[in-house]
């Protein structure tokens, strides 16, 4: 599976955006899929996964209730969408696939992408 991210950029603290995975290689409509962020100087920590079965969500504290993961597994895509964006929520974005997990801890992930970058400024 190749992880395509896109969608990063710079943004005043309040807006929003959308990142986009795009998978190419393999369908992913059958793996759970994560994003994950690592901000300079610390390490990668998890974001957001969607289930394969049901689209289950599941959000780290730090963006519960600002951001929102969806699939559309007929573009075989993957997607962040963050609102009221935080200086504290700069990192580059990864987006990755777990082919063997329903509900994949952060070390259970086999694929991942090059990440995006997003800043936010205060």
């Known amino acids: 599976v190749q992880l395509q991210a896109s969608g990063g950029g710079l943004v005043q603290a309040g807006g929003s955006l959308r990142l986009s995975c795009a998978a190419s290689?393999?369908?992913?409509?059958?793996?759970?899929m994560g994003w994950f962020r690592q901000a300079p100087g610390k390490e990668r920590e998890f974001v957001a996964r969607v289930s394969s079965i049901g689209g289950r969500t599941f959000y780290a504290d730090s963006v519960k209730g600002r951001s929102t993961i969806s699939r559309d597994n007929a573009k075989n895509t993957v997607y962040l969408q963050m609102n009221s964006l935080k200086p504290e929520d700069t990192a580059v974005y990864y987006c990755a696939c777990a082919v063997y997990s329903y509900y994949p801890n952060s070390n259970e992930y086999d694929y991942w992408g090059q990440g995006t970058l997003v800043t936010v400024s205060s």
């Open positions: 290689g393999r369908t992913i409509s059958n793996y759970a």
